[in-house]
């Protein structure tokens, strides 16, 4: 073979046996996948580009600032408490052994009726003690004619059964009792309430608070519940007043007694502010109380602001805010989530 002829061979071996490179612009899918750069991504200067598709998929709502006079509020720390002409607390006045009532032990939860008999106790301390009390009221009754009338009575008293009866119609709330448990007397084994008919209890640790109350509200859940003034403690307790209020509707059926709630107490006094839906207040990287605010059409800034309490539900924004701003009042927690 000639030697021009091996050369060539040689090098058309050695260029088969290299590896192919794609040129600029072409992929031949062995690099790894590019991100997308038109997806949800915060920009260096702290806002949130948001594409709107994203923006439908989310769920954003929102709401143009519109400054106004609100109430001044307080909120107060309160819990919910019984209302006492609307429920009651079932006592022994004997010492004694539970019976269960005619329609057994009530369970917490289950409807009575006013008068209805929930538990006996039966008067007996421990041995043969009621044995004793039956066999002296059974030699009595013999001495009829030479024993006072008020001994006979006392000695009765002394075998019969006390019934335990409801005292207001409404829900067992508490059930401490077990059949066959002895009790002491004036130990607590029910207690019953009227879900409809409950109250709430504040504490102000500004006397002077209570003679400027206009109004009060609670939230539970995402509904305002308005609260109607009962009336004001003279006497402190934990060195703070005691201020009760009355509910309005079926909201409070769903708290319990004794859970602690938020109170939000209106005064006369007023604040320039701007309302909007506590939902939409979220926490920079820095702590502080931002909202997000819609500048563009895909481009969402935080806005550092200052908020005042308003009715559980919303807030008065007193800085930070101009007039005609679009403030994010729905999906907010996620466009905060964008990084």
């Known amino acids: 073979m000639k030697p021009r002829l091996i050369f060539l061979l040689a090098l058309l071996t050695g260029l088969f046996a290299m590896p192919v490179l794609a040129g600029d612009g072409h992929d031949h899918g062995d690099s790894p996948p590019v991100a997308n750069g038109n997806g949800p991504k915060r920009q260096p200067d702290g806002s949130v580009f948001l594409p709107k598709p994203a923006q439908r998929q989310i769920g954003v709502r929102t709401l143009p600032a519109a400054a106004s006079e609100l109430a001044r509020t307080f909120e107060l720390p309160g819990k919910v408490v019984m209302d006492p002409n609307a429920g009651g607390r079932v006592q022994s006045m004997i010492a004694g052994r539970v019976t269960a009532g005619p329609k057994g032990l009530p369970q917490p939860g289950q409807q009575v009726k006013k008068g209805e008999v929930l538990a006996w106790v039966t008067p007996e301390a421990g041995g043969n003690s009621r044995s004793l009390a039956e066999t002296r009221l059974q030699r009595l009754r013999e001495l009829t004619d030479t024993v006072p009338r008020k001994t006979i009575e006392e000695a009765e008293a002394a075998v019969a059964n006390e019934q335990l009866r409801a005292p207001v119609n409404g829900v067992v709330a508490m059930a401490n009792a077990v059949a066959g448990q002895v009790v002491e007397a004036r130990e607590i084994l029910f207690e019953i309430v009227d879900p ?144």
């Open 196 to 339: 409809q008919r409950q109250q709430v209890e504040a504490l102000s640790f500004d006397p002077l608070l209570a003679d400027d109350i206009a109004g009060a509200s609670l939230a539970v859940g995402e509904r305002r519940v308005p609260l109607v003034l009962v009336g004001v403690s003279r006497i402190l307790r934990e060195q703070a007043l005691p201020i009760r209020f009355r509910g309005e509707g079926d909201a409070l059926a769903t708290l319990a007694v004794g859970q602690p709630v938020r109170v939000f107490v209106a005064t006369r006094g007023t604040v320039r502010g701007i309302d909007v839906p506590a939902a939409a207040l979220m926490k920079s990287p820095a702590n502080q109380t931002i909202v997000w605010v819609k500048t563009a059409p895909e481009r969402f800034e935080p806005r550092p602001v200052q908020v005042e309490p308003l009715d559980g539900v919303a807030v008065a924004i007193t800085a930070g805010l101009n007039p005609g701003d679009r403030v994010v009042v729905r999906g907010a927690t996620l466009i905060n989530q964008v990084r």
